[in-house]
């Protein structure tokens, strides 16, 4: 299968939280990287806390834009569930179904207003994917910029 790429339509929140073109394009090889890693991976989705699409990358013919939505919302779910149950320190959502795996994790600072999902299908063994996507998403959080407003 072929992996492909997209950017939020109007590029506005890719450029906001990476700049530099070298940013974007290392933002981009560290998600093909992630996919790569991990056996079964299929689509991983960065998109800000309020749920807009930032860029994506797939072997699938996902919706993005609807992905990146939910994965803001599951997080501040998780976030709040959280607290109400006196655990600190948020790190991911975990999605498990018959069918595949999927995490939910904010990026530590300084992008934590970023939100990394990554797709696999039973193949993926969980502490890996869980590993190798706290990996990718720390590794986006140091080649991010913290913009001043969205």
């Known amino acids: 299968m072929e992996l492909t790429s997209a950017h939020a339509a109007d590029h506005v929140a890719f450029e906001l939280f990476f700049p530099q073109q070298a940013q974007r394009d290392a933002c981009m090889e560290a998600m093909a990287r992630l996919l790569h890693s991990v056996q079964g991976s299929y689509t991983s ?79 993926a063994n969980l502490g890996v994917l869980l590993a190798h996507s706290r990996t990718c998403a720390t590794s986006l959080a140091r080649l991010a910029t913290d913009p001043p407003e969205l």
């Open 45 to 123: 989705v960065l998109a800000t806390v309020d749920g807009h699409l930032v860029t994506h990358i797939s072997y699938n013919r996902d919706r993005p834009a609807r992905v990146a939505a939910m994965i803001g919302s599951l997080c501040a779910l998780g976030e709040t569930l959280s607290k109400e149950i006196n655990q600190r320190d948020y790190r991911d959502v975990l999605i498990q179904t018959d069918t595949g795996l999927s995490v939910i994790q904010r990026l530590p600072k300084p992008a934590q207003r970023l939100v990394l999902m990554t797709a696999s299908n039973n193949e």
